[in-house]
């Protein structure tokens, strides 16, 4: 038996104990969290980044109950509540749906893009671990584009993009979005590394568990992908996208070590 096979076996077994060991664990009052490492995390992104790929990965831990934006409706909502009162009062809201997850789970998560504007709160209420997924910027503009993001939105009255044309204003966005977790000090993941390197991937998410070979299953798979893009890729943009992009994308692209085109 080759190792890989060895690791889904191993794998398998353990998740068969700990569901047997969840059958006799006790009610817990609050969150028991090690002093190191929580046992709760959160994967926020700015959307169009691949959180349902990685969400839909990470929920084959044997260890672990991992949620893709469980509170859609409610969370879209709250990306307007910017008052710190109001974002500690959402987020408590989620504790006891933690605390109950964690009677059969050593470890909580959530991949939820809507919550970038709790960090603050989710590290404060729940002892969050925060991790930031991005995507190339020039793959998530054209994404939301072709999905009218400002166009029929109701957040461009919320959050004021700047930029005269509505391709500028999401290239703004992508940068507003990603630099919003990254002053908060969110460690980054960037999803093309998390599909290409395994070496990668279970740095950021060993303490799962994942097998390499689950993850090589699930690696390329494409989820909640966009059909039928409006803009074309690139190579294809005009002198004027290319300049908007870089006025509003290029300092960030290239601190996250995406090629400058």
């Known amino acids: 038996m080759d190792s890989e096979a060895v690791d889904l076996q191993h794998y398998n077994e353990a998740k068969e104990a700990t569901q047997l060991y969840a059958q006799e664990m006790p009610e817990i009052e609050a969150l028991v969290l090690p002093p190191i490492f929580s046992q709760v995390f959160f ?9 349902l790929w990685l969400a839909d990965l990470l929920s084959n ?7 893709h934006e469980p509170n859609l409706r409610a969370d879209r909502i709250s990306i ?5 009162d109001l974002s500690l009062a959402y987020i408590e809201k989620r504790r006891q749906h933690v605390l ?7 470890y909580y998560g959530e991949v939820n893009g809507y919550l970038l504007y709790h960090i603050d709160a989710l590290r404060k209420v729940l002892n969050a671990n925060l991790f930031l997924l991005v995507r190339n910027g020039v793959d998530v503009v054209r994404s939301w584009y072709a999905r009218h993001t400002f166009d029929t939105d109701a957040r461009t009255k919320y959050f004021n993009p700047e930029g ?5 204003q999401l290239c703004w966005w992508w940068t507003a979005r ?4 990254i002053s908060k000090g969110v460690e ?6 998390l599909t290409t390197s395994w070496t990668i991937f279970n740095k950021a998410f060993g303490f799962l568990g994942i097998p390499k070979a689950i993850w090589e299953n699930c690696k390329d798979v494409k989820m909640n992908a966009t059909g039928n893009h409006v803009i074309a890729s690139y190579d294809g943009w005009s002198a004027e996208q290319k300049s908007l992009f870089l006025k509003h994308c290029g300092n960030l692209m290239r601190r996250l070590g995406y090629a400058q085109n």
């Open 43 to 51: 994967v926020v992104g700015t959307g169009r980044c691949g959180t």
């Open 61 to 67: 831990s044997g260890f672990a109950k991992v949620y």
């Open 80 to 84: 307007v509540c910017r008052d710190v």
């Open 100 to 106: 109950n997850a964690l009677r059969s789970n050593l």
């Open 164 to 168: 005269e044309t509505r391709f500028e």
């Open 178 to 181: 990603n630099e919003l977790a």
């Open 188 to 193: 980054v993941l960037r999803l093309e590394d």
